[in-house]
Antibody, heavy 122, light 107 residues
């Protein structure tokens, strides 16, 4: 059974750093498009980043240059390193598997973790 | 970036009602449109991909249609477990973008 479990969230001061982890089971992170999606309190969903099966990475403009997505194939885990955190980064962060159902990197997010809360506040 | 706009932002409906949610893209996205359902405090649940293809296990009362810039999600007969917020999302190009959500509430 496919499952994603996030960890590493918490309270952090503005300007600080945090690393989120997403442990996968039931499939390999290296064979899928692994995404981070966040949701600020009371707000909608915002895509943050993806690492493709081939290793290419992409980011939302709001986090580019501050966040880095990576994976450890031996641990079947995806990471989101978050630096220079701001109050507006406060959100529940979800890890989600992207399944590319058609040529051209078009995919849907079929499995999601339970989410992990990141609060940026002094 | 492609902007996704849903309407309405919220609606009230009764069990058994037919409900339609609209999603509009700021440019043509062909049929690269997905739908998700989210209940309070829970992760989103994937419902429909490629505008009209139902994910395995999703009840057949859910259906999607559209192409280009205009899309709809229809629930043919609303059930108690369908009260939730629904999001559309385009997968035409990076960055992926979501609509702002449509909250379906009990009348």
């Amino acid at each position: 059974e496919e499952q994603l479990v996030e960890s590493g969230g918490g309270l952090i001061q503005p300007g600080g750093s945090l690393r989120l982890s997403c442990a996968a089971s039931g499939f390999t992170v290296s064979g899928n498009f692994m995404n981070w999606v966040r949701q600020a309190p009371g707000k909608g969903l915002e895509w943050v980043s993806v690492i493709y099966s081939g290793g290419s990475t992409y980011y939302a403009d709001s986090v580019k240059g501050r966040f880095t997505i990576s994976r450890d194939n031996s641990k079947n885990t995806v990471f989101l390193q978050m630096n220079s955190l701001r109050a507006e980064d406060t959100a529940v962060y979800y890890c989600a598997r992207g399944y590319d159902y058609i040529w051209g990197n078009h995919y849907y997010l079929d499995y999601w973790g339970q989410g992990i809360l990141v609060t940026v506040s002094s | 970036d492609i902007q996704m706009t849903q309407s309405p932002s919220s609606l009230s409906a009764s069990v058994g009602d037919r409900v339609t949610i609209t999603c509009r893209a700021s440019q043509s996205i062909s049929s690269y449109l997905n739908w998700y359902q989210q209940k309070p405090g829970k992760a989103p649940k994937f419902l429909i991909y490629a505008a009209s293809s139902l994910q395995r296990g999703v009840p057949s009362r859910f259906s999607g249609s559209g192409s280009g810039t205009d899309f709809t999600l229809t629930i043919s007969s609303l059930q108690p477990e369908d009260f939730a917020t629904y999001y559309c999302q385009q997968s035409h190009s990076i960055p992926l973008t979501f609509g702002q959500g449509t909250k379906v509430e009990i009348k």
